[in-house]
């Protein structure tokens, strides 16, 4: 999937326009999947067909939502910091204590975009997971994403964005202008084309499920139906963590929120798993 | 909170420390590792110092060791924000004790993700 040259130049200006912020060429997987779940909200075929439309009408709150799909929610390592702690101070003792025999730990990152959120997430789990062997599937629409991704290779300004300094120099090195993933972190995820609106991805069930940023671009319907299927790949008694604004109340009441301060971690208060 | 902007360009200092205020920090600025100790020394207490590594008089390292030296200031929380990027000079920088290190150039979201790291920010603060 890809965009056109002329959608990606009209979303670059009114971006510009509105934010003052520079999409420069090269960008245009970050359009396409900031875009997507606008699309599919719009009920309509593709990126190229949406942008279509807003360019026959004047300025309005769809232009303001595609430019705050652009500039808002930058992915970013260790993203919200407290998820993270969440998971190597309760989630994963938790699942320890209770599953002591269990050798391995099964995580899924939804929506993963270019691979911080998978990459944060097994340098979290080196310590704290020691003796399990670790598998994460990392997914997402969009297969640009994906592939810079697998590639585990950053910026300057993508590595600036919440890596530890000790996690930069223990698990990167340099790579010209930009800083390379270890291969044994990059061993640890898998990267997998997936619409979260399809059947789960293989590599399930999975014990720890981060679902967090993305149901906040869809409507009710849609929110529920992507919670039942993650439910569904969910291990019995597995964890869920969503966004920090969001919530699985009111949606599905399925769901028992975890206090562990700051973090929206659930568990699946149904033993029933796929 | 304070912070201290230590960098021997003005320009630099500034935007740092405007990045600093929309975050809710009030900032004092030295343009060098010893005019920043002397407003340490003067008693002026800071929870974050942001440090250049190059500077005239005395550089970033040098400051970071001197206030790892001295007791009464193991509470300030040490950033490095340079040009140095070397995978050697993190290094270097943290063995020190630097708490974090950002390489110029950088978004002012990093620096916001940086303090979330540090504990003196939370993360709905970070715009």
Redesign the interface.
Known sequence: MSISAGTFTFVADLVRRCSAIELPAGKEYLVESRLLPLVRQADLAGVDEYVATLRTVPHCAEHDRVVDALTTN?T???????PFQALTQHVVPTLAAEHPDQRSLRVWSAACSTGQEPYSIAMALLDCAAGRSVQITATDISREVLGRGRAGRYS??E????L???M??RH???AGTEWELSKAMRSRVTFTQHNLLDPPPAGGPFDIIFLRNVLIYFDLATRREVLGRVRAVLAPRGFLLLG?TESTFGIEDTWEHVATG?GCLYRSNTRSSA | MKALVIDDSATMRHIVADILGGLGFESSQAANGREALDLLESGESFELACIDWNMPVMDGLEFVAAVRARRRWRDLTLMMVTTEGEQGQVVRALAAGAHEYVIKPFTPDALASKLVLLGLLRGEQVP
Do not use: M
């Open positions: 930058e970013s390592w260790f993203r919200d910091f407290t300057q300004v590595i600036n964005r919440g530890p300094a000790a930069l120099v990167f090195a340099r920090a700051p």
